[in-house]
């Protein structure tokens, strides 16, 4: 189960989705799930529980920047 407490207070959105990502980083979203795949980063799944390309942004952001 995902704490929400672990995110309160945070004055930006602590998960990224591919379209988010475009946005942000100003790169195609397929090169960037490219990227993201050679940095071993994987979708966000706590307990297994799969919610689609949905990402941590602190870990994507370690990955792409």
Not at 6 to 17: A, I, N, Q, V
Not at 47 to 54: A, I, V
Request: no cysteine.
């Amino acid at each position: 189960v995902l704490q929400a407490s672990r995110f309160e207070g945070l004055s930006f959105d602590p998960f990224l989705t591919s379209s988010t990502m475009e946005e942000e980083f100003n790169q195609n979203r397929r090169v960037l799930i490219a990227k993201l795949k050679t940095a071993n980063v994987k979708p966000f799944a706590p307990n297994g529980d799969e919610y689609g390309p949905l990402f941590l942004r602190e870990e994507v952001e370690a990955a792409l920047r």
